[in-house]
């Protein structure tokens, strides 16, 4: 959905990549549900829409859509 003003549309869209430090394994089998609640809450609560995410065992891609 394209927000609009009289004489401009746009879309912002970012790729996000998280990645902690030394790249640690510990993403996906050990802290995945937490990540994602933490996530979904922060993005509700700033009013992003997450189109796309992924977990690895070491990082987190996220295609978010900002107002």
Not at 19 to 33: G, Q
């Amino acid at each position: 959905m394209a927000n609009s003003l009289a004489h401009t549309k746009w879309v912002c869209k970012y790729h996000i990549v998280f990645t902690p430090k030394y790249r640690r394994k510990i993403i996906y089998y050990e802290l995945r549900a937490d990540i994602q609640k933490i996530i979904k809450d922060l993005c509700k609560w700033k009013g992003v829409e997450i189109i796309e995410g992924h977990m690895m065992p070491d990082h987190i891609h996220l295609l978010v859509e900002i107002p």
